[in-house]
T-cell receptor, first 116, second 110 residues
Framework: DTAVSQTPKYLVTQMGNDKSIKCEQNLGHDTMYWYKQDSKKFLKIMFSYNNKELIINETVPNRFSPKSPDKAHLNLHINSLELGDSAVYFC???????????????FGDGTRLSIL | DAKTTQPPSMDCAEGRAANLPCNHSTISGNEYVYWYRQIHSQGPQYIIHGLKNNETNEMASLIITEDRKSSTLILPHATLRDTAVYYCIVTGGATNKLIFGTGTLLAVQP
């Protein structure tokens, strides 16, 4: 069984469109994350949710809106897609946050977004 | 910015031990040292983490110096499938945020 699954795996779309990427984890974790890996392979955190509450928002344009309907899901909606949004987006999850509860993050296989 | 410094690339012969160094001279007392790797086109994979003591699991060993300013990840018997970018990350605090640097590209040679 896949622990952290993302859909779709590939997404090719036109500039200006609105698209969503879905993420689900079956590990029973209560914290989920979105990371972006650009063409130069730099991996950077975008958002994190703990128990459906936003805890990290790393200066991401407000065209990006994460939504967590429950602990097992964290979706990413992107409005008005731009060429610079082309990247691989990774979802991750972990059990707990905070000092003394440091736990590893488990990543999905990524969604490759290409903007034409 | 990443709080760690790693060599950009290393080679290792198949079957030999791979020793990947990492400097983290500004690490705080409550921060952990984590190692992840990313095999081409896949998501990052957790390897091991530690606070002060050396750690070992089925994948690797982590040696942390006494002053905690550097560490070494050891893959005891490298295989071709261990070819990947290895990231050393220092993290802790309220958010468990991972800040990835450029990592070390380990190339295991046959």
């Amino acid at each position: 069984d896949t622990a952290v699954s993302q859909t779709p795996k590939y997404l090719v779309t036109q500039m200006g469109n609105d698209k969503s990427i879905k993420c689900e984890q079956n590990l029973g974790h209560d914290t989920m994350y979105w990371y972006k890996q650009d063409s130069k392979k730099f991996l950077k955190i975008m958002f994190s949710y703990n128990n459906k509450e936003l805890i990290i928002n790393e200066t991401v344009p407000n065209r990006f809106s994460p939504k967590s309907p429950d602990k097992a899901h964290l979706n990413l909606h992107i409005n008005s897609l731009e060429l610079g949004d082309s990247a691989v987006y990774f979802c991750a999850s972990s059990q707990g946050i905070g000092t003394g509860t440091n736990q590893p993050q488990h990543f999905g296989d990524g969604t490759r977004l290409s903007i034409l | 910015d990443a709080k760690t410094t790693q060599p950009p690339s290393m080679d290792c012969a198949e079957g030999r031990a791979a020793n990947l160094p990492c400097n983290h001279s500004t690490i705080s007392g409550n921060e952990y040292v984590y190692w992840y790797r990313q095999i081409h086109s896949q998501g990052p994979q957790y390897i091991i983490h530690g606070l002060k003591n050396n750690e070992t699991n089925e994948m690797a060993s982590l040696i942390i110096t006494e002053d905690r300013k550097s560490s070494t990840l050891i893959l005891p018997h490298a295989t071709l499938r261990d070819t990947a970018v290895y990231y050393c990350i220092v993290t802790g605090g309220a958010t468990n945020k991972l800040i990835f640097g450029t990592g070390t590209l380990l190339a295991v040679q046959p």
